[in-house]
């Protein structure tokens, strides 16, 4: 199986009651390296172009509004079949439906605030990390 990158974020829920570090641990303990990491506070236009595939569903205001609201860290994970792993350790984007032991199962506050992203498909993962960092920040 191949190494593969995929994009990840502590969302704002999770920066906000301190769980960057009890994340980044589910993320190591799965297998995943974190090959570039950073903490930026996001305006709401720079969370409404990352999430701009979700322009017209009805709670896409609100999700921007959260995502700028504090900080997030805006990372790279490495690992094998990393895109598909780090779904998993993630768990279900509702958290009443997140298997146990997920971050989502773990952390989540509801299917807004669910403490992560990650992404969903090779290509996606591509643009997302593009969108946060550049070929120098990914540093292994
Ligand atoms: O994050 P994930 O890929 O699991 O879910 P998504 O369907 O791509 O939705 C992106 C994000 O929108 C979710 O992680 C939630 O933060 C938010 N969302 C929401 O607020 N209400 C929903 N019914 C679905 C998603
Ligand atoms: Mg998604």
Do not use: W
């Amino acid at each position: 199986m191949a190494l593969e990158r995929t994009f990840s974020i502590i969302k704002p829920d999770a920066t906000r009651r301190n769980l960057t570090g009890a994340i980044v641990k589910k993320f190591e303990d799965a297998g995943l390296r974190v090959v570039a990491s950073k903490r930026i506070h996001l305006s709401k236009a720079q969370a409404g172009e990352f999430y701009k595939v979700h322009a017209e569903r009805p709670f896409y205001d609100e999700l921007c509004e959260f995502m700028a609201s504090a900080p997030i860290v805006a990372q790279v994970l490495e690992g094998e079949n990393a895109i598909a792993k780090n779904r998993e350790v993630m768990g279900a984007t509702n958290p009443a439906d997140a298997a146990a032991g997920t971050i989502r199962a773990e952390f989540a506050e509801s299917v807004g605030e669910n403490s992560v992203h990650g992404s969903d498909a090779p290509e996606t993962a591509e643009v997302e990390i593009a969108y946060f960092f550049s070929g120098l920040e990914l540093v292994g």
